[in-house]
């Protein structure tokens, strides 16, 4: 609806008030006359109304203006001088993401804005406080209205400046979905399809970009183990434990196809090697027999890409099943300082795990307990609890 509107406004506060109008007529009007069978056009189509009225009016102090000797402000580009970006939520993914904010902010609106996460899933996202990230989005917002930062679809001479904080924004989306987290479901299907979706019409818009190419073959391969991620009974399974004759054998080729593609362009960008890390662990037959080795070294590359502490830790969970959770320990101390884990689960819950392993029983308990009180979506909490009581006998 947001992106609909916006198309109409050229000014996302505007639209978020046609969009908010609409919900609100919406309460009073359904009661009385029903719930209407097509509720995203109904809505829609109020919001959209409501923006063309607020067009008029600009329009008509605009003249107003003018006829005391205003100048006119300048027009936006006309849709001929426009790439062809048929889907609306592409075109306000890459609005949101104007040189002119900081890469953070850009990330923060397009998934607050175009996602519509709410503030606490966007700083978990970013792994940052709640109060942090409401003030960011609010000072982003802030410099937008002061700015007079124009709304609207780049021209493809300016695709190159945003193409990274738009990846960046629909791999947060993918992630968010794939692990939702908070709630009673391991993952959120909307938000992964979302993600997915945003990834072809990227690739569409940019076949010739590595960058583009790795970030759908990172959604493909790692959304291909879909179906085998729990059990029966809903509990989570461990990459270890899956049945790998049931992973998506299609998107896992498609996936391969645009590794092969992103590392064509040199040097290789952070998605690309994302990609060839999930690739790996895609072709391999069983967990016994995958290239820990490789995977290691391509973290290696990637944290000289990507010095992103999530990374190094992804890295030490590497390292403690290729050389033991001794080595695995080690890794994880040289985060001990990194504050944007602090608050982080998997931190704690890897560091459990490696205490688990070695039989350190006492410290293993704590750390199962620290992870339990950061984690909040709830087949995660069971899987954690089942493990912590395990420990007791």
Partial sequence: MLAA??????????????????????????PKTGVPNRTGAWLTTVARRRAIDTLRRRTSQRRA?????????????????LPAIADDRLRLIFTCCHPALSPETQVALALRLLCGLTTSEVARAFLVT????????????KKISTS????????????????????????????????????????RRDLVERALDL???????????????????????????????TSADGAILLLSKQDRSKWDRE????????????????????????AAIAAL???????????????????DVLLIAWPSPVVALNRAVAVGIADGPEAGLTALSALANEGQLLGYNYLASTRADFLRRLGRTDEARVAYDEALALCENEVEREFLVRRRRALDS
Avoid: N
């Avoid at 509107?5 to 009073?28: K, M, N, P, W, Y």
């Avoid at 203006?65 to 001088?81: A, D, F, K, N």
């Avoid at 990834?199 to 959604?219: F, K, M, Q, S």
């Fill in 5 to 30: 509107t916006i198309r109409v406004t050229g000014d996302i506060d505007v639209a978020e008030e046609c969009v908010q109008e609409a919900f609100a007529r919406a309460l009073i009007a359904w």
């Fill in 65 to 81: 203006l003018m006829s005391i000797g205003v100048p006119e402000e300048p027009s936006p580009p006309s849709e001929s001088e």
């Fill in 130 to 141: 709640e109060s942090t990230m409401a003030a960011r989005i609010t000072r982003g917002k």
């Fill in 148 to 187: 007079h930062i124009p709304y609207r679809v780049p021209v493809a001479s300016e695709l190159p400046t945003r193409v990274d904080a738009v990846l960046s924004a629909v791999h947060l989306v993918f992630t968010t979905g794939h692990t939702a987290p908070s709630g009673a479901d391991l993952m």
């Fill in 199 to 229: 990834a072809r019409l990227l690739r569409a818009l940019l076949p010739e970009d590595g960058e583009v190419a790795g970030l759908l073959a990172l959604i493909l391969l790692t959304d291909a183990r879909r179906q085998t991620r």
């Fill in 251 to 274: 998107a896992i080729s498609e996936g391969r196809a645009l590794v092969r593609a992103a590392l064509r362009v040199r040097p290789a960008g952070r998605f690309a090697l994302m």
């Fill in 281 to 299: 662990h895609a072709q391999a037959p069983s967990w016994e027999a995958t290239d820990w080795r490789e995977i290691i070294a391509l973290y």
